[in-house]
């Protein structure tokens, strides 16, 4: 009764656990019978003819005995049609069409013909094998590129089982694909939009800098064609391009997700997110039916999250927001399994001043009235608010600014600026934004006129302890961009500014 066993990974989160896929061929009464156990879900159950196909169209043949697959360990549920390609290589070493592959770990779909397509979480499971010893992983040739990041893992892209096969019997033959881990020697960020393009908008401009600087969350509160979502997509292009450790976990995220480019490598540029304010509480946090995906808040790691419309989005979307970024990490509970997805993002926000937009506006009349501007507000809760650090008006931009010649500065000199201040934070451990209070209050003394300044506004404003600690940390960020070792003044006025208007429009 041949045994044969291979080994593959299934992805739970963002992590990838090692599978045992277990063939058993043995005499029965029902030719060609084929039992697979080991809580397989209905695309793991559809394999069986898939395999059978491709063994058959490949030139292999199919066993005469009956075949029993188990995927071990029984007791947790496998998703995917991943374990195509392991299973049918079960097949093949039990037939004895080669010895064993105990120093292997394969995973990919079968076509009918035998080709093989690629599959989700390739980089996770390249880390399981490194984690479990693992010297060789067989994936599809489309996954090759972001699994040969993983140092101590010969990964071998490959297009059909025949080809697999043949190099099995003969791997001197065949040579592991080359990684190509290195940044781009051009800067990542050169791809977006630049805020040379920007007329007027100042202020706006400015504040922006500083949430890039120290990843804080920002609100953009303007008329219709004022320029938010103009600034909001060139703020990607200020921010510094991600370190290594934080390029693997994002292409990690998205290689889960299946939003990775065929055949890409590491994402080196921060993501970009926009969704649409239509879309559902388990799309923006994750979840779903089955085994949780990321939602846009991971997808969102490490970069920008842009949701435009702000008030449109639905109440119970945006509030749980504050989880995530509060804690910048997202827990999905299951009956099964709790899973965690991590979900460090920076929140960029965009909304008008009411219903019709022109709440404000010198030169248009807004056909609101009060109750109606408090309900459009009132769709955003005060606590979530209380999370957003920076909170600026981009009003309309005057004619002759709009027609203005002059050139403005461009997002490369901004992001010299703002690299220069990350470094500093870095220095100290980690973003302004992400400051412990421990750290607040080591990293943000402030001399008598700041102390008197601060106390002034939080009387005045009635703002939280929250708020308090935001506040500290948008001044540190200004004290960094102008390369000073202390808070003065007029970084606490500054900060300051960019906490009114939840109260001239909330209160």
Same mark, same amino acid.
């Given at each position: ?109 079968? &076509? ?14 390249a880390v399981c094998a490194r984690e479990n010893g693992i010297q060789n992983l067989i994936l599809p040739l489309e996954n090759a590129a972001e699994a040969a990041v993983v140092e101590g893992v010969h990964v071998f892209g490959v297009r059909h089982l025949a080809e697999v096969v043949a190099m099995l019997n ?84 998205? &290689? ?6 065929? %055949? ?50 639905? !109440? ?11 804690? &910048? ?30 709440? %404000? ?5 807004? !056909? ?140």
């Amino acid at each position: 009764m041949p045994l044969f066993k291979t080994r593959s990974a299934a992805v739970y989160g963002i992590d990838a656990h090692p599978v045992d896929v277990e063939v058993d061929l043995f005499r029965s009464g029902m030719a060609r019978d084929f039992m697979l156990v080991g809580m397989p879900d209905t695309a793991v159950r559809e394999s069986r003819e898939r395999i059978k196909s491709a063994l058959m169209n490949s030139g292999f043949g199919y066993p005469s005995q009956a075949v029993t697959v188990n995927l071990a360990p029984a007791h947790v549920r496998k998703e995917g049609s991943g374990f195509d390609l392991p299973m049918a290589l079960a097949i093949l070493g039990a037939m004895g069409t080669f010895k064993g592959l105990d120093k292997h770990l394969s995973v990919g779909e079968l &076509s009918l013909d035998g080709a093989i397509r690629p599959v989700r979480g390739a980089l996770s499971m390249a880390v399981c094998a490194r984690e479990n010893g693992i010297q060789n992983l067989i994936l599809p040739l489309e996954n090759a590129a972001e699994a040969a990041v993983v140092e101590g893992v010969h990964v071998f892209g490959v297009r059909h089982l025949a080809e697999v096969v043949a190099m099995l019997n003969k791997p001197d033959d065949f040579s592991p694909v080359r990684s190509a881990a290195e940044a781009p020697a051009a800067a990542g960020n050169a791809t977006a939009p630049d805020f040379r393009d920007v007329r007027g908008q100042t202020t706006a401009k400015r504040a922006l800098q500083v949430a890039a600087a120290g990843n804080h969350n920002v609100l953009m509160i303007g008329p219709p064609g004022s320029g938010k979502t103009m600034l909001a997509k060139r703020l990607a292009g200020i921010l510094p391009m991600m370190a290594f450790e934080e390029a693997i976990e994002s292409t990690r995220i998205h &290689s889960i997700a299946g939003t990775l480019p065929s %055949g890409g490598g590491l994402l080196w540029m921060r993501p970009f997110r926009a969704p649409h304010h239509t879309i559902s509480d388990a799309g923006m946090i994750g979840g779903g039916a089955g085994m949780p995906r990321p939602g846009e808040v991971s997808l969102a790691h490490n970069g920008l999250l842009f949701l435009d419309e702000f008030p449109e989005f639905p !109440r119970n979307v945006l509030e749980i927001l504050r989880q995530p970024l509060e804690d &910048s990490v997202v827990s999905i509970a299951r009956a099964a399994m709790t899973l965690n997805f991590p979900a460090s993002f920076m929140l960029v926000a965009a909304m008008n001043p009411c219903p019709c937009g022109f709440y %404000g506006d010198p030169t248009r009349e807004c !056909r609101c009235t009060p109750a109606i501007i408090q309900r459009y507000l009132g769709k955003i809760s005060g606590p979530l608010i209380d999370r957003i650090d920076i909170q600026i008006e981009v009003p309309a931009v005057p004619y002759k600014e709009l027609r203005a010649g002059e050139v403005t500065e461009t997002s490369a000199g901004m992001r010299a600026r703002v690299e220069k201040a990350r470094e500093r934070q870095m220095a100290r451990g980690c973003t302004n934004s992400r400051m412990p209070t421990r750290l607040i209050r080591q990293q943000c003394a402030l001399d008598e006129t700041g102390e008197r300044t601060l106390e002034m506004a939080m009387k005045r404003m009635s703002l939280s302890a929250r708020a308090h600690d935001r506040i500290l940390k948008v001044a540190r960020t200004i004290a960094d961009l102008d390369e000073s070792a202390s808070i003065a003044a007029k970084h606490i006025a500054e900060a300051i500014q960019y906490r009114s208007l939840d109260r001239n429009y909330w209160t």
